[in-house]
C-alpha cells in the first residue's frame, strides 16, 4: 500500500510536464510562424519597392541623354537681314526665316536634291523645331555671326532621339513607325561622321515646359518648388515652433486646449486635397491672389505642413528631461529663459527632424497645388513668387498626361530626380538627428 501511494505523484507529475512540454512547444511554432510572417512582409515589401525602382529607372535614365545633329550653319545675310536693317531696327532679327538655315545645312550634309521637297522635309523633321529659338538666340547675342559658318548641335526631333536610344523598333514596317526609312539611313550616314551623337541631357535641368518632348525641362518647375518650400521654411517653421512651445509649457491644461490638441492631430491626417481647396476659397477667391503664383501654393503648403512640425517639436519638447527645466529655475532663470535657453536648444534636432520631414511631405505633393492652377503651361523663369509658376510634382503630372513616347522617359527622368531630392532630405534629417540627439 506504500509503494502506491508513493508512485502516485509521480503519476500525475509525468502528464503534467508533458502539458507544459507540449504548450511551449506550441508556443515555439506561434514564434517562428510570426517571425517568418515578418520576414515574407518585408521581403513583400522590398520586392514591389525594387519592381518600382526598377521601372522608374529603366524607364527613365535615357532621359539625361540627348541626341544631337551638328551642322554648319551658314549664318546667310540674305536669310537672316536681306534689307541691312538691323542697325535701325533690331526686332528684325527675331523674325528671320532660321529654318531656312538648317534646311539649307542639311542639304549639303545629306546631299539631297534641294527640289525634291518629300525628301527634304523629312531632313528637316530630324531637326528639332527648337532650332530656330538656337539659331535665333545665337544671333541676336552675337550679331557678328552673320555672315559666318559655324559648327552649331541642334537637338534631335523626339522620334529620331528615341530611335537613336533604340526605344523605337526599326524592325517593323515603316508604315508601323514614325521614322522612316531613308531618315534611317541619314542617321547611319550622320553617326559614321560624327554629327549624330548623344550627350548629357543639360536641357533636361534647364529648359521649362514644351510640347516638343526634346525641348521640354524641369527647370521652370524646380525654381517653382524652390520658391514654394522657401515659403513653407520662413512661414511654417516660426509658426510651427512657437505654436509648439506654448501649448507645451505654457498653455493651461483644460478643454480648450485638449481640444486645439485634438484638431491639430486630425489636421495631420486630413487628405492634402482638402488644403487645395482651402487655398482656392480663401487665398484666391477671397484674398485675390493671383493663380498659379508660387505664392499661393506656398501659403497652401504650410498650411499642410504645420500640423507635421507642430506635432515633432511637442514631441521633441517633451523629450527634454523636467531636471532641465527644473535646474534652469532654480538658478533663477526666468520661465522663457528656461525654455529659450536651455530646452529649446535640447530640443532642436528634433525640431529640425520634423521640419525637413515636412518639407520633405511638401515638396511632393500635387493635389493640392492642381485646385490653386499650377498646372499652368510656363515657358519663362519665374522672376518672384507672384508670377506664374508651376513645381515639380505637377510638371511630372502633365507630362504622364502627354501622348508622345518621348514623354515616358522624360516622366520617369523626372521622377528620378524628385525622389532623388526627397531621399537627400530624408538622410539630411536622420543625420542631424543622430549628430545632435542627446539620449537621457
Not at 38 to 51: D, P, R
Not at 63 to 70: P, V
Not at 284 to 294: E, L, V
Request: one cysteine or more; glycine letters at 6%; proline letters at 5%.
Amino acid at each position: 500500500m506504500t509503494e502506491i501511494s508513493a508512485s502516485a505523484p509521480s503519476a500525475f507529475v509525468r502528464p503534467a510536464q508533458a502539458r507544459r512540454d507540449i504548450g511551449i512547444k506550441k508556443r515555439y511554432r506561434a514564434e517562428r510562424r510570426f517571425r517568418a510572417y515578418g520576414v515574407a512582409a518585408i521581403l513583400t515589401g522590398l520586392f514591389f519597392l525594387f519592381v518600382l525602382l526598377w521601372t522608374v529607372v529603366s524607364n527613365g535614365y535615357t532621359a539625361f541623354l540627348q541626341t544631337t545633329i551638328t551642322l554648319p550653319i551658314e549664318f546667310s545675310e540674305k536669310v537672316i537681314d536681306p534689307k541691312n536693317e538691323r542697325a535701325d531696327n533690331p526686332a528684325k532679327l527675331m523674325t528671320a526665316n532660321y529654318p531656312l538655315l538648317v534646311r539649307d545645312a542639311l542639304v549639303k550634309a545629306l546631299n539631297i536634291d534641294p527640289s525634291n521637297r518629300a525628301l527634304v522635309k523629312q531632313a528637316t523633321d530630324m531637326v528639332s523645331a527648337s532650332a530656330r529659338v538656337q539659331l535665333r538666340n545665337i544671333v541676336v547675342n552675337n550679331q557678328s555671326a552673320i555672315g559666318t559658318t559655324q559648327n552649331v548641335s541642334l537637338l534631335a526631333e523626339g522620334n529620331i532621339d528615341s530611335a537613336n536610344k533604340g526605344q523605337i523598333d526599326l524592325a517593323v514596317p515603316e508604315a508601323n513607325r514614325k521614322v522612316k526609312d531613308q531618315q534611317i539611313e541619314w542617321m547611319k550616314t550622320l553617326t559614321e561622321s560624327g554629327s549624330l551623337t548623344k550627350s548629357f541631357n543639360t536641357g533636361l535641368f534647364t529648359f521649362g515646359a514644351s510640347s516638343r518632348p526634346e525641348a521640354a525641362g524641369i527647370g521652370v518647375a524646380a525654381l517653382g518648388s524652390l520658391y514654394m518650400m522657401l515659403i513653407v521654411l520662413v512661414l511654417a517653421l516660426p509658426i510651427g515652433v512657437c505654436a509648439s512651445i506654448y501649448l507645451e509649457e505654457f498653455a493651461p491644461k483644460n478643454r480648450l486646449t485638449d481640444l486645439i490638441e485634438v484638431n491639430i492631430n486630425n489636421l495631420a491626417a486630413v487628405p492634402s486635397i482638402v488644403y487645395g481647396l482651402l487655398g482656392l476659397a480663401v487665398f484666391i477667391n477671397f484674398a485675390g491672389m493671383p493663380r498659379s503664383a508660387a505664392l499661393v501654393g506656398g501659403l497652401v503648403l504650410t498650411l499642410m505642413t504645420l500640423p507635421t512640425i507642430i506635432i515633432a517639436t511637442r514631441a521633441a519638447l517633451k523629450a527634454v528631461p523636467p531636471s532641465i527645466r527644473s535646474a534652469a529655475l532654480g538658478l533663477g532663470a526666468s520661465k522663457m529663459q528656461t525654455i529659450f535657453h536651455h530646452v529649446l536648444p535640447l530640443a532642436m534636432p528634433g525640431v529640425l527632424t520634423g521640419t525637413i520631414i515636412g518639407l520633405a511631405h511638401a515638396l511632393g505633393e500635387t493635389a493640392p497645388l492642381l485646385l490653386i492652377g499650377m498646372v499652368a503651361f510656363v515657358v519663362d523663369y519665374p522672376g518672384s513668387p507672384m508670377e506664374p509658376s508651376t513645381a515639380l510634382p505637377v510638371q511630372i503630372y502633365m507630362w504622364a498626361n502627354e501622348a508622345e513616347r518621348a514623354f515616358v522617359e522624360r516622366t520617369s527622368g523626372a521622377i528620378i530626380i524628385l525622389l532623388v531630392f526627397l531621399v537627400v532630405m530624408n538622410l539630411g534629417a536622420i543625420l542631424l538627428r543622430r549628430r545632435f540627439e542627446r539620449r537621457w
